[in-house]
């Protein structure tokens, strides 16, 4: 099994590679964006443009996660670190998404007040800082939008850009509204729809990276499926005690207790269990796989052990 590990090292320096100088001038540019908008949404008074600040903010945080994340999941392991730091990506995420939930319900119930009492607001800035947005998002996209292909992190930052774009575009609109029609209430209700859309995007992330911590099985694996498979193997009997995780958002790790029918010699056995390793990498993309051969023992038969299944 040990070129799967070394194929995922190259992953991990190949996604390093991926995610240099590009990255770096994006980041660059939406830090630029977020300070300017926050500035901006002080002086001007807008709810707006302090929300589509910190939607920027959301994708400066995620773009750093990457980068670091990349930077920190490909240290080696050690023996007190048998899993390295790979699950480092995930965790930041998960608290990235809890902070953004947070600040995005405050947005909306800030929203909610300025709507019962509508102020006035400067809205050349408001006009002047949603165009800069524009202009820079639109840059970030065509910075990293190469890159977007081949690597999941970058594909996420690149979807985020493409929102930046049009939450500027909405509060340009919303600009134009105040500008010339006096219409206050646009900005916090510009305010509660970025909100919202944070709130929901950050939502999808925290059930995500939670069921990763959990260790639950990967939503498009089942149990049962795998089952089948191997019991398709003739000189195997049953498939029991089966546990099945993500270890990050890469690698998917099973462990089981393989019944044979017959006592076959350990370098048979061996060869089996290989096969199987490598079926189940094929159709299920299952990369670490921890089979345990037994003949005769008697132990409970359950497919997944002490969770109320019935015996198979």
Known sequence: MEHHHEHHDHDHHHHHEVTGKNLFITIILNVFITVAQIIGGIISGSLALLSDALHNFSDVMALLIAWWANKVSSRSSSAEKTFGYKRAEIVAALFNASVLTGTGIYLIVEGISKFIHPEVIDSDIVIYLAILGIIFNFGSVLLIQKDAHDNLNMKAAYMHMISDVMTSVAVLMGGLGMKYFGAFWIDPLITIVIALYLIQTSFSLIKETTSILMQFSPKHLHVKEIEAMVLEFVEIKNLHHVHLWRLNDKEIHLEAHLDFKNDVPLS??????????????????????????????????????????HHV
């Not at 921890?290 to 038969?301: P, R």
């Open 268 to 309: 048979e056995a061996t060869r089996i269990v290989e096969t199987i390793e490598e079926e189940l990498e094929e159709h299920f993309g299952i990369t670490h796989v921890t089979l345990q051969a037994e003949f005769d023992k008697d132990d409970h038969k359950d497919l997944v052990y002490n969770q109320g299944c």
